[in-house]
């Protein structure tokens, strides 16, 4: 009797998933809620491009760092 040496199916390498700290994404309703204005007023700074922003599936959030980056930028003189 002839013995054959067992099947090894090759595993596909798993898919790197990257992880997000929630608190570091944040909703226009946020950041209206911090910078103490209008939620209509954020979304004119996004339409305008004068705040960073990114979509996430046609979604808008923003990235804390990022806001306190903007705002030390503008209160420059």
Excluded at 43 to 58: A, D, M, S, T
Aim: hydrophobic share 40%; glycine share 4%; charged share 25%.
């Amino acid at each position: 009797m002839q013995t054959f040496p067992p099947i090894i199916r090759s595993q596909p390498a798993p898919k790197q998933v990257l992880v997000f700290d929630k608190q570091r994404l944040l909703t226009a309703k946020d950041v209206a809620e911090l910078l103490q204005c209008s939620l209509q007023h954020i979304y004119n700074l996004v339409w305008r491009g004068e705040i960073p922003f990114v979509k996430i599936g046609g979604l808008l959030r923003f990235r804390r760092e990022q806001l306190t980056e903007w705002l030390n930028e503008r209160n420059t003189p």
